[in-house]
């Protein structure tokens, strides 16, 4: 029975209890319709939940975006997913961006150009066995840090 991070976004952070990790990559390509993104991200879900045994998933739950696209991203990829563990009764929460960035970095707010840097550069020391790609893929580690040994 294994817990689901995710950093929602374009670009999904992921990081499962049972050691997977990394990125989905939910952009569209040239030739698909802008909607792919959310029917691979669908494909996602039902894949690691049937291969690591979900039974929650844990997501950085964030208040304000800068962007209108960005917001509209993250309302749809959080409102698929809120349907999807309700569909399959798997238990979801959201985990708040100061909580995390406490979790990760001691300190419960850094300006958003800072937070990045060094939530990235402390999972690379905190996380030495995992091969980290990206700053989404970071952060998804330190969502399940969080939801798993809170502060």
Avoid at 29 to 49: A, D, N, P
Wanted: proline share 1%; hydrophobic share 40%.
């Amino acid at each position: 029975m294994n817990t689901l991070a995710l950093d929602l976004g374009t670009q999904c952070g992921f990081a499962c209890s049972c050691g997977k990790s990394g990125v989905w990559n939910l952009k569209a390509l040239s030739s698909e319709s802008i909607g792919q993104r959310y029917v691979k991200f669908q494909h996602h879900l039902e894949t690691h939940f049937r291969a690591c045994y979900i039974i929650e998933i844990v997501y950085e739950e964030v208040k304000f975006h800068r962007g209108v696209d960005a917001a509209h991203v993250y309302g749809a990829l959080e409102g698929l997913l809120q349907k999807f563990c309700i569909d399959n009764e798997i238990e979801y929460r959201g985990i708040g961006v100061s909580t995390i960035q406490k979790v990760a970095t001691g300190r419960g707010m850094a300006p958003k150009g800072q937070k990045k840097k060094m939530m990235f550069e402390a999972a690379v020391r905190e996380f030495k066995s995992v091969n980290i790609i990206s700053e989404d893929h970071a952060d998804a580690l330190w969502i399940l840090q969080a939801a798993t040994k809170p502060i």
